[in-house]
C-alpha cells in the first residue's frame, strides 16, 4: 500500500488557504460594535419571563395515573399559594406592611429591667441578727441523729462495711 496512505486520525486540515488575521478580526469587531451605537439600540429589551414560568400551575385532580388510595381527603388546598410566585419586591412590601410585634425575649428583658428598678427605689430594710433564722445550717432532729449513731456503730473495724448501702 505504501507510506502515502496511512490512515489519518481526526479532522483533517482545510485544503484551502486560512485567511484568519487578528487585524481584521478586530476590524470585524469594531464594526459590529460602531452599528449597534449608530442605531440606538443598546440591546437591553425589557426582559419578562412567560407566564407558564412565573405562575403556578392549576392544582390537578384525579389525573388519572393509578389508584390514589393513601390520600383521602384534598391536602393543604386553602394554602397561600402566592409565595412560590412573589418577587422580592413585595416580600419587602409584605413586610413594610405588617407590623410585627414585639418579641418575648423583649418584653421579658423590659420587665425584668422594670423589677430590678422598682427593686432598687424600695428602701432595703435593716433586721437585727437572729440566730435560730440566720444560721440554718445541716440541723438534725433527734430521730436523725440515732439514726446516724446506728449506722456508725455497726462499723467495727476500718476494712468492714455497712450493712445499709452494700453497693457505693
Known amino acids: ?33 460602531k452599528e449597534k451605537l449608530t442605531s440606538g439600540d443598546d440591546g437591553s429589551k425589557d426582559l ?38 412573589e ?3 413585595d416580600k419587602e412590601r409584605k413586610i413594610r406592611d405588617s407590623k410585627r410585634s414585639e418579641s418575648l425575649i423583649n418584653m421579658h428583658s423590659k420587665k425584668l429591667k422594670k423589677k430590678a428598678k422598682a427593686d432598687a427605689e424600695k428602701a432595703k430594710e435593716r433586721r437585727a441578727f437572729d440566730r ?7 440541723r438534725f432532729d433527734e430521730a436523725q441523729k440515732k439514726a446516724v449513731l446506728k449506722k456508725s456503730q455497726e462499723l467495727n473495724t476500718r476494712f468492714s462495711h455497712s450493712k445499709g448501702s452494700m453497693f457505693l
Open 132 to 138: 435560730d433564722q440566720d444560721l440554718q445550717v445541716n
Open 48 to 85: 419578562a419571563r412567560e407566564t407558564w414560568m412565573t405562575e403556578l400551575p392549576p392544582v390537578l385532580q384525579h389525573i388519572g395515573l393509578g389508584a390514589r388510595t393513601f390520600k383521602k381527603r384534598a391536602g393543604p388546598e386553602s394554602k397561600d399559594r402566592s409565595l412560590w410566585t
Open 87 to 89: 418577587t422580592p419586591a
Open 1 to 33: 500500500s505504501g507510506s502515502d496512505e496511512e490512515e489519518v486520525i481526526g479532522p483533517l486540515p482545510s485544503k484551502e488557504p486560512v485567511e484568519y488575521n487578528v487585524a481584521m478580526e478586530f476590524d470585524r469587531r469594531a464594526q459590529k460594535m
